[in-house]
């Protein structure tokens, strides 16, 4: 099983709520990922955590805010949000080591994101 | 620093033709290379994905791609391209000396004609 499951498929919200997007995998991995992907780009790395622990911080603004409660589990909690943060927001997972150990990243399917 | 060119934005072929996409990396090691391809509205699936060994790799859906360290290129390649390939193709360099990031290049989006 290499799947990498996101809920909500989509999500729509207002600048002044709160929400989350939850990525979870059952592949044992204890890299997982968020990236951002706006509409024909490549996806962009937001934040990285190895073993639960944030490792990588893309200079995202505060208003997003990773969650790692177990090795299975990524929470990407959303407050006062702006217009430009509407995009598609994807998660991934690579078992331990990533590049390093020669790993490959499994992708969700996103949750499409509108911020109105 | 690490980095992927996608020189082609846009392709087009018939279906039942040969595809080639180009993919251009600048890194100062050995690379590591992964093809992903994104169908409209989905997540990104790897098509395949180089380390080391042999330079001519096999992936699903009998996509190809080679690794020419001279060219600091990997081409992907499908001898006979079917409707069902229209899609967003992105190449990606993983970078070690930075842990677990990747690096995409800026995506080729592929019609396919009838």
């Known amino acids: 099983d290499t799947e990498v499951t996101q809920t909500p498929k989509h999500l729509v919200m207002g600048m002044t709520n709160k929400k989350s997007l939850k990525c979870e995998q059952h592949?044992?991995?204890?890299?997982m990922y968020w990236y951002k992907q706006k509409a024909k780009k490549p996806p962009e790395l937001m934040f990285v955590?190895?073993?639960?622990?944030?490792?990588i911080n893309e200079s995202v603004p505060s208003r997003f805010s990773p969650e790692c409660p177990n090795s299975s589990l990524l929470n990407l909690h959303l407050h006062a949000l702006q217009p430009e943060d509407s995009a598609l927001y994807l998660c991934?997972?690579?078992?331990?080591?990533?590049?390093?150990?020669?790993?490959?990243?499994?992708f969700g399917a996103g949750t499409r994101l509108s911020v109105l | 620093a690490q980095s992927v060119t996608q020189p082609d934005i846009h392709i087009t072929v018939s279906e039942g033709a040969s595809l080639e996409l180009r993919c251009n990396y600048s890194?100062?090691?050995?690379?590591?290379l992964f093809w992903y391809v994104q169908s409209p509205g989905q997540g990104l699936q790897l098509l395949l994905k180089y380390f080391s060994g042999d330079t001519l790799v096999q992936g699903i859906k009998g996509f190809e791609a080679e690794f020419k360290r001279s060219q600091s290129s990997f081409n992907l390649r499908k001898p006979s391209v079917h409707w069902s390939d229209a899609a967003e193709y992105f190449c990606?360099?993983?970078?070690?000396?930075?842990?677990?990031?990747?690096?995409f290049g800026t995506g080729t989006s592929l019609t396919v004609i009838p």
């Open positions: 592949m044992g991995h204890r890299a």
């Open positions: 955590y190895s073993y639960e622990k944030l490792s």
């Open positions: 991934a997972s690579s078992p331990p080591g990533g590049v390093l150990a020669k790993n490959i990243q499994y």
């Open positions: 990606a360099v993983g970078a070690i000396n930075t842990g677990n990031q990747f690096y």
């Open positions: 890194y100062g090691a050995t690379p590591y």
